[in-house]
């Protein structure tokens, strides 16, 4: 186990106070409100760190970067926003899935993410394309003379 450092303690508490999956990015910004100074490398380090140890547990989603939340949750799934990427835990489960699996499969595991909008992202507008054919552009014609 690494000794706890300043900036050790800052990517920890990043993660711990946001409550939901951070990127390193987005755990960088937090730290460094904390800890100015403290360089990217740093946290893509410790929070490797960080998992080996069990202090924390990667979320990955489909085609997505991972991101990092505290160990030791409840089985949970995750909301993902649509407008701002931001995701959420998600305490709830439909429960067992087996189910839906072929016949004779055996479910070990699942992971369910929802999409959607946050309560922080406002409603879409509806472009024009959606709403109907763009308004008619005037065209020139070549003068022939």
Do not use: W
């Amino acid at each position: 186990m690494e000794r706890n450092t300043r900036q050790r303690q800052a990517i920890y508490d990043a993660v711990a106070e946001a409550a939901r999956p951070l990127l390193p990015q987005e755990v960088h910004g937090a730290a460094q409100a904390l800890v100015p100074g403290l360089g990217i490398a740093t946290v893509y380090r410790t929070l490797k760190a960080l998992v080996e140890e069990g202090g924390l547990r990667t979320v990955t989603l489909p085609a997505e970067n991972a991101r990092y939340e505290l160990a030791g949750h409840q089985h949970h799934h995750h909301f993902q926003c649509m407008q701002c990427q931001r995701v959420f835990d998600v305490h709830a489960c439909p429960g067992d899935l087996s189910r839906l699996a072929p016949a004779g499969f055996t479910v070990e595991d699942h992971d369910l993410t929802l999409y959607g909008r946050c309560n922080d992202c406002p409603a879409k507008r509806p472009s024009a394309a959606r709403g109907g054919a763009a308004p008619p552009r005037a065209h020139a014609r070549p003068h022939r003379g």
